[in-house]
């Protein structure tokens, strides 16, 4: 008798290793699917973050000399066109950050001031006459390339 019980035992521990491998196993896929999930995400938010702020400065701004770029595309900025206080929206790359930045003309652009909107390499605009292109370097390395006509007839330089 105490023989079938001590083979019974064992079955009924083998049965919990079994279970606690498998176990072991599923946690750790789920957390391989979940850190995949989150860097996809992370990818796709910093893509709508390029063109939904990039469309929505640029279209806001979209007249003669209201684009333009500084240090050799580095900073694409725009600006509001009020000849009397003229404010300027910065969007640039600081310490491994994309940040935007509102200043007055004369109080040119600090950079440390910007608000941050999401972590990336570079940036570098560049403006072809009517096209502007915007290149953002992720943090991972992704480049993100937007490409926009600018409606103000080419006369933006």
Do not use: P, W
Not at 26 to 33: C, G
Request: hydrophobic share 40%; with cysteine.
């Amino acid at each position: 008798m105490n023989k079938s019980h001590g083979i019974s035992g064992v079955f009924v521990f083998l049965l919990l290793g079994v279970f606690a491998v498998f176990g072991t196993v599923l946690v750790l896929l789920s957390a391989e699917a979940y850190r995949d999930t989150v860097a996809a995400a992370s990818e796709h938010n910093t893509q709508r973050i390029l063109e939904s702020v990039c469309r929505n400065m640029i279209r806001s701004s979209d007249r003669l000399n209201g684009v333009f770029t500084e240090e050799d595309g580095a900073v694409l900025c725009t600006s509001d066109g009020d000849e009397e206080e003229t404010y300027i929206t910065g969007l640039y790359v600081f310490e491994n950050r994309l940040m935007q930045y509102v200043f007055e003309k004369e109080e040119g652009l600090r950079k440390e001031y910007g608000e941050v909107l999401c972590n990336a390499k570079s940036l570098h605009a560049e403006l072809d006459g009517q096209r502007l292109t915007v290149c953002l370097t992720d943090e991972n390395g992704t480049e993100h390339i937007l490409i926009m006509a600018l409606r103000a007839a080419g006369n933006m330089l």
